[in-house]
Structures are given as C-alpha cells and as structure tokens.
C-alpha cells in the first residue's frame, strides 16, 4: 500500500527532468549552480580534476575496467597489500557473518548496534597489537576525526607532523588544545616545539607510521625517546602499515621496536585487513573506555555492518596464523624497488610497498601514467597540489597477489615509457 504511495507521489513532484533527476528553481539554486559550476571550471584549469576509473571486477593484481577497458589491466595503485580484498576466505566470512547477523544494525553502537562479532572484533584488534582495549568506527577518517577532540583539552598540547594525513589534521582542528607543527620527520623542530610545549598539561606527537605519498617511516624511535624526555605521549596512525610492516606485521611500532613507547594507534580495516572499511583505536582501556562515551563519530554514526566485521576478523585470523603473506608482499616490494633503481629510476622512501617512481615534471607523470596504462599497467600520477611543487610522481603500490612476472613486467613498461619520455637515457 505505502509502495504504492510513495510511487505515486514521486511521479507527481514538479521539476523533474527527462531523465528523472529533479533540481530545485529559484533564484538561490540558480545562483548556487553557477557558482559550483566556476569552482569545477577553476579545478579542471588547474589541471588538478580528480576522474575515477570504472572498475568492473573484484578488486585484485588483475582487474577489468568497464566500458570495453578489457580484461587483464595489471593493477598496481590499491591498498591492497596483502591481496586480502578478494581472499576467498575472506570472501566467505563476510558471507558468513552477512547470513548469521543480518545486513546491518540500524542503530548506533550504544542504543541496539552492539552484536558479539564487533566485541570479538574490538579484542581481537587489541590482541593484534598488543594493548588492553580497541573501539570500532566507520572508517579510520573517523577515528581521526574523533580522539584528539575527546583527549585533548585547552589545557593541553598536540604535535603533528606537517605531512601527516587529512583526517587527523581535520581531527586536530576540531580538538581545542594548543596545535604545534613540526616539520616532516625533524627531529631537531620536534623537540623545540616539545620544549615550547612544556607549558601545557599533557602533550600528545601525533604522526603518520608510513608516510602515503613518500612511502617513507616515521623516525619512531627517535619521537619516543624525545617523548620520554620530554614528558609526552605518542600517537600512530597506522593505515599504510597494519598487517604488513614488522616481523608479524603489527606495524611500525613492530618495525622499529618500541610498541612498548608508543601509547595510541589508529588504523583501518580498509586496507591490508581485508580492505572492506572500518577503522579502530587501540590503547589504553580507559582511554577507549572515554571514546566509547565522548567521541563524536562513534556516538552519532552508524555500527559497522556484519559483513565487514566478517571480512576485518578473518583477516585477522590470517595474519596472527602466519606471517607468510607480509613476507611474500616484503620480497615482491624488494624486487620493484631493486629492478627499478638498477634500470635507472629514483624510488622514494625505503622497503615499503609505497614505491613512489619520482619524475618531477607533472606532466611527465601524467601522460607516463595514461602511457602505462595503455600498456594494461594500471598506475596513478601525483602532482601538486597533492604532492609538493617539481616532485611529482607515479605511485605504485605493491600486493602480496602480485606474481615476480607481474611485477617484471611492470618494470619493462616502465623503462619502455621512461626511455620514450625522456625519464630515462
Ligand atoms: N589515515 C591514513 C594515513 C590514510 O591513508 C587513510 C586513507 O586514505 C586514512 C587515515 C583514512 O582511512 P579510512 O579509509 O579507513 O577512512
């Protein structure tokens, strides 16, 4: 009956166009309209228009686009490090959790979004990384964006690095306690704004463990010991390193040696944890005990839904059994990196999958990347204003799922198409 309803009263609206879509008159909407339409005319003039490639299979080393793309482009631009977004068993347990708890909650966490998958989730995460309690969000651009205001008072202090990611300086604006800069990975300004921060009550480092667009690390254990000397407490964000970076893939903190100095990390599920979405913190329990009753995103947003619980702790399961697929990803990364340098090229940042061929000249970048793909090498180049000014580049991000063959032949493109642009003698 109300079906019947709803339809009837969509066919009667007034304004809407041949296709269907409707749009608002008057003169505001018309105004509103033009001004939109000189902010993407300025965008397209800068050269800076973001397009999205339409992809018509899972996500994968090898994909099809659609609209006649074809098959077998070689896909070397996802976070997918661990080839985990399309793992079979993943896959299954998504099923799984889809048949056994429904599509989804329908309710915030703390009224009726709480089922028993997102508990064993939160305390398999904290066992992953070996702290006392973890909180679930939507995406970890929540989770950034719902700590710092939470923690951090007027009273208090917040160090960030200058590189780090949009979501925790997003997170970091919302938050009122007194914001210092430091320049990226310097440790010398660093510790003078530590010294200058002395003042406050608390002070809290905040950076990126991996660094996206350099592919680089954060000096970790030189922010801790400058932490300790100073009287602050240090907090990752860990989505280009979960699952992947350490001797069991628990991240930089693994890595370098100090999961014991560092006191938060943020990271995602949207990435080598089976790449669905979802992000999380992990800590302290009555720092995420104080998350579950103030942080913004988590109160007032939606539980995450069966199926990408499902996905996040299957992936979990898989990297606590073996650390075989972070050590496959590791070896495929040491071969682009080796087989590109001796060809000539200059990768950025050192035995991440984060493999940042640096061109320079944008436009360089730009017609390699549309030369490579037409190659079947899927790859993306990155100019100003994502990347500084004479440093732009073609990311390529290596999987687990990638073969020695794919990647050779990755790295044959790219000489062929260096040589005929110039990027190399
Ligand atoms: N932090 C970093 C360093 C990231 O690269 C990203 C994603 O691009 C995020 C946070 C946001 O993660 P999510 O996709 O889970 O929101």
Redesign the pocket.
């Known amino acids: 009956m109300w079906l019947r309803a709803a339809a009837r009263a969509a066919g009667a609206g007034a304004g809407a166009g041949a296709g269907g879509s409707r749009s608002a008159s008057g003169a505001a909407a018309a105004q509103l309209r033009r001004r939109l339409e000189g902010e993407l005319e300025g965008i397209r003039g800068a050269g800076t228009w973001k397009s999205e490639r339409v992809i018509a299979s899972p996500q994968g080393p090898h994909l099809r686009l659609a609209g006649g793309g074809g098959a077998g482009i070689l896909n070397f631009c996802a976070?997918n490090y661990l080839g985990l977004s399309s793992h079979p068993q993943v896959i299954r347990a998504a099923v799984r959790a889809l048949e056994e708890f429904g599509a989804g909650l329908s309710s915030v966490r703390f009224i009726c979004g709480t089922q028993s998958i997102h508990k064993d989730l939160e305390e398999k995460i904290a066992r992953f990384h070996q702290r006392e309690d973890a909180i679930l969000?939507?995406?970890?651009?929540?989770?950034?964006a719902g700590i710092f205001e939470a923690l951090l008072t007027p009273e208090d202090a917040v160090l960030s690095d200058e590189l780090?990611?949009?979501?925790?300086i997003d997170g970091i604006r919302l938050c009122k306690a007194n914001k210092y800069r430091y320049k990226h990975m310097d440790m010398q300004d660093l510790e003078a704004k530590l010294q200058d921060a002395q003042k406050h009550r608390l002070r809290l480092v905040a950076t990126?463990?991996?660094?996206?667009m350099d592919g680089d690390i954060a000096p970790l254990r030189e922010i801790c010991q400058l932490a300790q000397k100073y009287d602050a407490l240090v907090f990752i964000?860990?989505?280009?390193a979960t699952g992947f970076l350490g001797p069991n893939g628990r991240g930089t903190d693994e890595l370098l040696g100090v999961m014991d100095k560092v006191t938060i990390i943020?990271?995602?599920?949207?990435?080598a944890l089976g790449g669905a979405?979802?992000?999380y913190t992990t800590g302290p329990k009555p720092l995420i005990d104080l998350l579950r009753q103030r942080s913004r995103p988590y109160l007032f947003s939606n539980s995450l839904p069966p199926a990408v619980v499902g996905c996040a702790s299957k992936a979990l399961d898989l990297l606590m059994e073996s650390n075989a697929i972070a050590q496959s990803m590791a070896a495929k990364t040491q071969r682009f990196r080796s087989k590109m340098t001796a060809a000539g090229f200059t990768i950025s940042g050192k035995d991440h999958p984060i493999c940042p061929v640096m061109l320079g000249d944008a436009r360089l970048a730009a017609v390699m990347a549309e030369d490579m793909l037409s190659r079947g090498i899927y790859v993306i180049g990155f100019s100003y204003p994502v990347v500084p000014k004479g440093k732009a580049r073609i990311r390529v991000q290596i999987s687990a799922v990638h073969s020695d063959e794919d990647i050779d032949r990755c790295v044959e493109a790219f000489t062929e198409v260096g040589r005929k642009h110039g990027a190399l003698p």
């Open positions: 976070n969000y939507a995406s970890c651009f929540d989770a950034n780090n990611h949009a979501s925790i990126d463990g991996a660094f996206s964000d860990e989505c280009h943020n990271s995602t599920l949207g990435k979405a979802g992000g």
